[in-house]
Structure formats: C-alpha cells, structure tokens
C-alpha cells in the first residue's frame, strides 16, 4: 500500500512540474539592448510606420527610410521612444505572455489528460487488485470456517485433510497480505491464531475420543474462535476494497483474534 501511495505522489509532483513549467512567461532576452524590439522597428515593412510613430509623439525624424539607422545612432533616445511605441502597439502577439500560453494550450491540454487518464487507470488498477484480494480471503476464510465447523461437529469422525487443506491456503494468503501491509497487526494476529494459537493443528487436530465436559468446552471455545476469525477476515476484505486509507481498526486487534 505504501508502494501505491508513492507511485501517486510522484504522479502529482510530475503534474505540478509541468503545470509550473509550461506556465513560466517567456524567457526575457538577456541583451538589455531589446533586439527584438530594434529588429522589428528597423524591418523595412515597418520603417514607415516608426517615421508616423516618431512625428505622432512630436519627435524630430527624417522622412527619408534609409537614414533610420543614422537618426537611431545620433537620438538613441528619440529612437527608443518611439520604436517602443511603435511596438508596444502593433509589436507581435507572440512577445505577449497570454500567447504564449494560447500557444501551449493544445500541449498542455493533451499533457494533463494523459497523466488524467494514467491517474485513473492506477486507482481502477489498485481497486480491482484490492477487491480480488478481498474475495479470496473471504473465500478462503469460509472454506476454512466451513471444514473447522464440521470437524468439530464430528467429534473427531470427520476426516481431518479437508481442515488441513483449507488451513494451507489460508496461511499462505494470510503472509502475503502481512507482508504487504505490515501495520494492520489484525492480520498479524489472524495469521498467529491459524499457525501457532488456538485454531492450529496442534489444538484443532486434537484427539477426540474422550468424550469429556473438558473436550466439549474446548470445542465450544473453537467454535466461537472460528467465528472471530471469519468476522476479522470479513473486516480484512472489506478493507482491501477500500484502498489508499488508513484503517485504524486494523491496528490493534481490539479483542479480536
């Protein structure tokens, strides 16, 4: 489980990166000449408009085109007014930061629905593995209530593989789980009371031939432990349907086995 949280965290860093990334402004230029700016006002589709600009503004520019670049080297000043006026108000959309966003829209787009899409095939992929695992421990668990229920109702005349077998597959599901999510000390104590505690082989597996009041309080006390196992184990699976949260019920076995 904790695997599952890291793969999504990282997910989301990636979102938030990228997001971070494709929003930065453009990059400013690192001449604090502006060549952008000069190189547009000195095209000679804009030589005229920069003449227009210069004479709205009231600054002194000769109308001849080519002796722009003189005037620029002679008024650096004049020169810089006006160009910045020039192309502050017919300069190119694309020096403007909303456009480069508009630009980066269609990737941006496409990026977030692609980590969308990852996102939820991920949670449906973990909801679908916790529910098998779910369905399989309650089968198993019921398998081994049901063989416990009918060992014990026999009084020893029923044979025992049927209860061996179920117990098998029952601790090995039992360790896996552990091993997976090894803060939930419910399945711990689940799995000590079927290998080593009081619904073991060494205590289910007893012989029952002495028909004693001793015997049958032992198997009305195992009747009773089968049923605390098949209530943990439904507690277990219904869980593992619900993946991603904390659980605390599973962390202290709360008296139950």
């Known amino acids: 489980m904790g695997r599952h949280r890291d793969v999504l965290a990282r997910a989301g860093a990636v979102v938030v990166c990228c997001a971070a990334l494709l929003l930065l402004p453009a990059t400013a230029s690192a001449d604090p000449a502006d060549d952008a700016r000069v190189v547009y006002c000195l095209a000679p589709a804009h030589r005229a408009d920069l003449i227009n600009a210069a004479q709205s503004l009231g600054i002194a520019v000769p109308t001849d085109p080519a002796r722009l670049l003189a005037w620029r080297a002679g008024a650096p000043d004049d020169f810089d007014r006006a160009c910045q006026a020039l192309y502050t108000a017919q300069g190119p959309l694309t020096s403007d930061s909303s456009s480069v966003f508009s630009t980066l829209l269609p990737f941006l787009t496409g ?5 969308l899409t990852f996102l939820a095939a991920f949670w449906w992929n973990i909801v679908n593995r916790g529910t098998a695992l779910g369905d399989d421990l309650r089968a198993a668990i019921g398998t081994f209530h049901q063989a416990g229920t009918a060992y014990l109702a026999g009084g020893g005349s029923v044979e025992e593989g049927p209860l061996r077998a179920a117990r098998g597959v029952l601790v090995d599901k039992l360790a896996r789980l552990s091993a997976e999510h090894r803060r939930w000390t419910t399945l711990r104590t689940l799995y000590d009371t079927v290998t080593t505690g009081e619904l073991s082989k060494a205590t289910l597996g007893v012989d029952w031939d002495q028909q004693s009041q001793a015997q049958r ?14 209530d943990a184990g439904e507690e277990i699976a219904t869980a593992l349907r619900r993946p991603l949260r904390p659980h605390p019920e599973l962390r202290g076995t709360g008296g139950r086995p």
């Open 111 to 115: 990026l977030f629905g692609a980590l």
């Open 217 to 230: 309080d032992l198997r009305t006390r195992l009747g009773v432990g089968l049923d605390g196992v098949r």
